[in-house]
């Protein structure tokens, strides 16, 4: 069984900076691309960034490469996705997603997710 736990959201004010973490388990990270995405109110949930955690390659949504970093710890088994600079638009519900399919940002293609960690942006 897949498991996705995220943690690491809260409020923070703009030009902020927040680390998301999203531990699996081992045959999770060895056989799953793994990503972030997002879902503002009153919006669909979109792709953030995605990795492939045996070999690294990272994928990004062209409006957030250069704020946002994801990385992987493979001694954890956890995928991170570091926020800096941080606008009231990036308020949203950030999910950690698992799949087959190596492209890894489309929201339809997710095989399993987790159950989110709100992040707040305040002005």
């Known amino acids: 069984e897949v498991q996705l736990v995220e943690t690491g959201g809260g409020l923070v004010q703009a030009g902020g900076s927040l680390r998301l973490s999203c531990a699996t388990t081992e045959p999770t990270f060895e056989h799953y691309e793994i990503g972030w995405f997002r879902q503002a109110p009153g919006k669909e949930r979109e792709g953030v960034a995605c990795v492939n955690p045996t070999d690294d390659m990272t994928y990004y949504s062209d409006s957030l490469k250069g704020r946002f970093t994801i990385s992987s710890d493979s001694a954890k088994n956890t995928v991170y996705l570091q926020m800096n600079n941080l606008e009231p638009e990036d308020t949203a519900v950030y999910y950690c997603?698992?799949?087959?399919?190596?492209?890894?940002?489309?929201?339809?293609?997710?095989?399993?997710w987790g159950k989110g960690t709100l992040v707040t942006v305040s002005s």
């Open positions: 997603g698992a799949m087959l399919s190596l492209h890894c940002l489309r929201v339809d293609l997710v095989d399993y």
